[in-house]
């Protein structure tokens, strides 16, 4: 089987990119439904859909040496529809809401830009402007996520060493696109110029 090309790996990778970006895309949509169901029961006091969308200060979280100390704040938990099985979880404030939502769309976004490069890689003529345009936005994002990550794990003094080395990881990774990139570039010209000469 070929790796780049019709018919190739390249294509049904793309195929199950696409189908994990239909499923956070879900999970998005879901859990910003989830949060304004969940500010509504805040506001008003209802008790809507209390087994899918919960706000208490007991929401099923085990006791341990880590929820102990939290057991007197608001938490949340959001389960999938129609089951008992949990979404997301958290405390109850606008960071962890924000933090989840950003999380989330910055997954949605890289499986979608991840789906986009490898759809024009499973064309027949793979240097082209349109894959060169995906991997440049696919890099963008990955230095972004990286930046945004780096900033707030020192604006916000995270002592957690791994957060650290994820966000130098996706900077590195955003690197290594960037010299794809400049690969992409330099074979789409020499297309071009064999074209020209033939």
């Known amino acids: 089987m070929k790796i780049i090309g019709k018919n190739s ?62 057991e007197s704040q608001l938490k949340f938990r959001i389960n999938y529809p129609f089951s008992d099985i949990q979404m997301v ?17 910055f997954l949605s976004l890289f499986f979608f830009f991840s789906y986009k490069c490898f759809k024009e890689m499973s064309v027949e003529q793979i240097f082209n402007q349109n894959a060169i345009k995906w991997l440049k936005r696919f890099c963008f994002l990955n230095l972004l996520i990286a930046a945004v990550g780096i900033f707030g794990f020192f604006y916000f003094r995270m002592d957690s060493l791994y957060t650290l080395l994820t966000f130098f990881f996706f900077a590195f990774f955003g690197m290594i696109i960037l010299f794809i990139v400049e690969f992409f570039k330099k074979g789409l010209a020499l297309q071009t110029e064999n074209n020209l000469t033939i």
Do not use: C, R
Request: no cysteine; hydrophobic share 50%.
């Open 89 to 105: 979880t958290g405390i109850y404030d606008s960071n962890q809401i924000i933090h989840n939502i950003l999380g989330m769309t």
């Open 9 to 70: 790996l390249s294509q049904y990778i793309s195929y199950f990119l696409f189908v994990l970006f239909i499923i956070l895309t879900f999970n998005l949509v879901y859990e910003i439904i989830g949060h304004i169901i969940l500010l509504y029961k805040y506001k008003s006091g209802s008790t809507i859909l209390s087994n899918t969308f919960a706000l208490a200060n007991d929401v099923g979280w085990m006791k341990n040496k880590w929820t102990i100390p939290m």
